[in-house]
């Protein structure tokens, strides 16, 4: 649905609070169903609030969006009403839509998002209706599209970066690790593995390393900051080192390369959403739930576990207390390398669908026999 945004005053409004943890992928799972409410709301401005810590700037590459508000969950536990956080945002809309989590998530709530959570439902009024995200009225409004397609928007200034790269093909951007401090990601010693295994396969493959070693208050590649990446960057031919290189270049790297190698992490959630394929290199908590239409491979492990974010094995969770990496990521790794370089080859394949990359997913979880309830999709 084409739709014109931002071109005349919108006739109401939408709030959608999807106030959660800052990984990058929650900020990517809001933007998903803003456009859900923007494609099937037409004269309805979308409003999103976010957690300040989370990449609350990536709004301004979804024209879908109105408006993002920061909310400092540190502001609001100490000031409440008062958090100058709050001040720029209406209390009154027609709708409000709320992320499902804070009423129906299994698992802990931190205490600062349930105040948040607590002041928002005094904070805000709906003229029309508010409720969570998975209890939207069947008859509407407001409507909602599920899994609405969205692809962000690279400024051109970012795309200066790689603009000037001399590069052969294919290009294989790789993300090691994501932002747990957890030895829940693969080592160094496979990764060397998997790229020369790769470069048997397509000799003039080149790779592109990347990730952020600072720690702030936002994402950064705990497992795998730049000091520990730097002989490996510097010593290997056809690796090319992209470490902080900031957020829009590493988006403008994503749009460009050919493929995106990564285990699961919210910024993996990125490459589908600029039309890269993900090779996801799965394991552990949680499986791979964001697609947004873009063809994408899992090399599955054979945890019959997975994916264990119910009931992790016991000697998986001894592991982790002594800081050692888990069995998916680890023990069994080398023996997935043949997957990984099947998965690649049909991400490489531009007649590879996403409907056949879905299918083939569903079919594979279905072979290994685990439990279906463990798997999900954010839509």
């Not at 060397?192 to 936002?218: H, Y």
């Not at 800081?323 to 790794?333: K, Q, S």
């Amino acid at each position: 649905m084409d739709l014109l945004y931002g071109e005349c005053m919108a006739e109401q409004t939408l709030l959608l609070n999807w106030v959660y943890y800052h990984p990058i992928g929650h900020a990517l799972e809001a933007f998903k169903a803003a456009k859900g409410f923007t494609e099937a709301n037409p004269g309805v401005d979308v409003h999103v609030l976010l957690n300040s810590r989370t990449v609350v700037e990536l709004a301004d590459a979804c024209p879908w969006i109105a408006r993002a508000y920061p909310i400092d969950l540190e502001e609001i536990a100490s000031k409440g009403t008062a958090a100058s956080c709050l001040q720029p945002i209406p209390r009154t809309w027609d709708f409000i839509v709320n992320d499902h989590r804070p009423t129906a998530s299994p698992f802990f709530f931190a205490d600062s998002l349930r105040t948040f959570h607590d002041l928002a439902e005094i904070q805000f009024s709906a003229r029309e209706w508010r409720g969570g995200h998975h209890r939207l009225p069947s008859g509407g409004p407001p409507f909602y599209v599920r899994n609405a397609t969205i692809r962000l928007s690279v400024p051109d200034s970012a795309k200066e970066f790689v603009r000037d790269i001399n590069s052969a093909s294919p290009r294989i951007c790789v993300l090691p690790a994501g932002s747990s401090d957890e030895a829940i990601y693969p080592k160094v010693d496979w990764w060397l593995q998997a790229i020369n295994a790769i470069k048997l396969r397509w000799p003039a493959a080149q790779f592109f390393f990347t990730g952020k070693s600072a720690i702030d208050d936002r994402t950064s590649t705990m497992a795998f900051p730049h000091d520990k990446f730097k002989t490996v960057l510097a010593g290997t031919p056809g690796i090319i080192d992209c470490y902080d290189i900031g957020l829009w270049n590493q988006m403008a790297l994503l749009e460009w390369c050919d493929a995106l190698i990564a285990p699961h992490t919210g910024f993996a959630f990125l490459a589908p959403c600029l039309g890269t394929p993900w090779l996801a290199v799965s394991g552990v908590r949680w499986p791979e739930c964001f697609f947004n239409e873009v063809p994408f491979y899992s090399v599955l492990p054979t945890c019959d576990r997975y994916p264990c974010w119910k009931d992790m094995k016991a000697e998986c969770a001894s592991r982790l207390q002594a800081g050692t990496t888990v069995i998916c990521m680890d023990d069994e790794l080398p023996s997935r390398l043949d997957d990984l370089l099947l998965g690649l080859d049909l991400v490489l394949d531009p007649q590879f669908t996403f409907a056949q990359a879905r299918q083939l997913y569903k079919s594979r979880i279905a072979a290994t026999g685990v439990a279906r309830e463990r798997f999900f999709e954010i839509s």
